[in-house]
């Protein structure tokens, strides 16, 4: 979707603060839900992708004024209630009211490291074949799907080189709808700077994206 | 901004009371509904604030200043490389490095999202994954990395990396100059994060103090 997450190209934001000796939590809410969320896609079963559109898909405003957590929350809070996994009258009760759905698997403390060790690998085997290879050129789709893609605005209609062949992948596109993982190559695409942002751009700059298969055409 | 308790307290009954009270309930619910283990949250929440982050990189990086033929097989393949370091796992599952040179300088960000080597420099901080970063890392790097306090030669190749799949992209920042004969350990630290975002370059052995 052409949502408020795809921002690369947009102006106004301001400069970039760092944070010195910044922590990787800012409150302790933040810790839990970050916990949350990442414990929650055992028992409810969603994928990645899913979870990246769940919390993509609203409107810009509310999108570009939530904290990053929020954000996680929100998309944990729609992944959970459309599965009827917990229902709004419990979280403002603050207990369960109703029976628990039935759940196949729940991440337990002793499974946590090896959980996180095995991860979520999305290269899968194929007996297809590449339609490009490292040198080719080729152009980054006009394309504009209301669900998940992983195809930014800025280089859409762009033609760019492959520059690697990184193995047959899930398909963000089909996953995140639920209709499977769908493997397609992906590619890595370079774009000269100047291409992506007129003459003014820097001379200097190259910028790549990783891009599937469905995503590009012969140039 | 303060990492002690009493700065995260003022925070929680301030602006954030309505998110905080929302997990806390959040969580009783779903943990009395079975479904979360909340000695499970204790273990992620400390894998990532106490065990996984940039130091795990540097000593990556460190490795491949130190051994050739270890530089050799994390250029040609992250993630086997990184590895045998003892880093893997989520969101470091395919992870391609990619080599600054005194001709090209790598930057990465994900415009989409926060896609970030999670084994090897831990959660990212706030600032990559906010907008101001991950617009204009891939219009405008060079007015980026000022922000950072970076200016590079005007003839220096800036190669930016949006990751926007499953890669994930570590930058091996450049070996600085006087450290000939250094161990690992001395090297490693040397090496900021930011320099294997490429937001920033590596300490020189003058900047330690």
């Known amino acids: 979707m052409n949502g408020g997450q795809d921002l690369g190209g947009m102006d106004g934001f301001g400069p970039v603060v760092p944070e010195p000796n910044e922590p990787p939590f800012h409150a302790a809410w933040e810790r839990r839900a970050f916990a949350l969320t990442l414990a929650m896609a055992m028992p409810g079963g969603w994928n990645l992708d899913m979870s990246r559109f769940a919390r993509e898909n609203r409107p810009p ?25 917990v229902a709004e009258d419990e979280i403002a009760a603050g207990h369960s009211l109703h029976p628990p759905k039935p759940v196949k698997r729940i991440l337990s403390a002793a499974d946590v490291a090896q959980t996180l060790h095995r991860g979520g690998p999305t290269e899968r085997e194929t007996n297809t074949q590449a339609a490009f290879k490292a040198g080719d050129t080729v152009r980054a789709k006009s394309m504009h799907p209301l669900g998940h893609t992983r195809l930014p605005r800025y280089v859409r209609g762009h033609v760019g080189t492959i520059e690697a062949v990184r193995g047959c992948h899930v398909f963000p596109d089909s996953n995140a709808a639920g ?36 995503y590009l055409e012969k140039a | 901004m303060s990492h002690d308790h009493h700065h995260d307290h003022d925070h929680e009954h301030s602006e954030l009371t309505e998110t905080q009270l929302r997990v806390r309930a959040l ?4 943990t009395e509904k079975g479904y979360v283990d909340p000695a499970a949250l204790d273990v992620l929440i400390e894998t990532y604030e106490k065990k996984v982050g940039p130091r795990n990189g540097a000593r990556v990086v460190a490795k491949a200043w130190a051994d050739p033929a270890y530089r050799a097989r994390l250029l040609k393949d992250g993630t086997p490389a990184i590895g045998e370091v003892g880093y893997a796992g989520r969101q470091g599952e395919h992870i391609v490095v990619v080599e600054n040179t005194p001709q090209r300088h790598n930057m990465v960000v994900c415009t989409l999202c926060s896609c970030y080597p999670w084994p090897v420099l831990g959660l990212p901080p706030v600032w990559y994954k906010s907008a101001p970063y991950r617009s204009r890392a891939v219009s405008d790097p060079r007015g980026v990395l000022k922000d950072f306090g970076v200016t590079l030669p005007q003839d220096t190749e800036i190669r930016v990396w949006d990751s926007t799949a499953e890669i994930r992209y570590l930058v091996l920042p450049m070996r600085p100059a006087g450290t000939e004969g250094w161990s690992e350990e001395k090297l490693a630290a040397l090496v900021t994060r930011d320099s294997m975002i490429g937001t920033g370059l590596a300490k020189r052995p003058e900047d330690l103090t």
């Open chain 2, 27 to 30: 969580e009783t619910v779903l």
């Open chain 1, 61 to 85: 405003h509310d999108y570009l004024s939530m904290s990053y957590y929020q954000i996680w929350l929100a998309g944990l809070d729609v992944l959970m209630k459309e599965r009827g996994l």
């Open chain 1, 179 to 214: 209709l499977g993982e769908n493997p397609q190559w992906l590619y890595t695409v370079r774009f000269d700077g100047r291409d992506l942002w007129g003459a003014d751009g820097d001379p200097t700059l190259t910028v790549s994206v990783d891009a599937w298969e469905p």
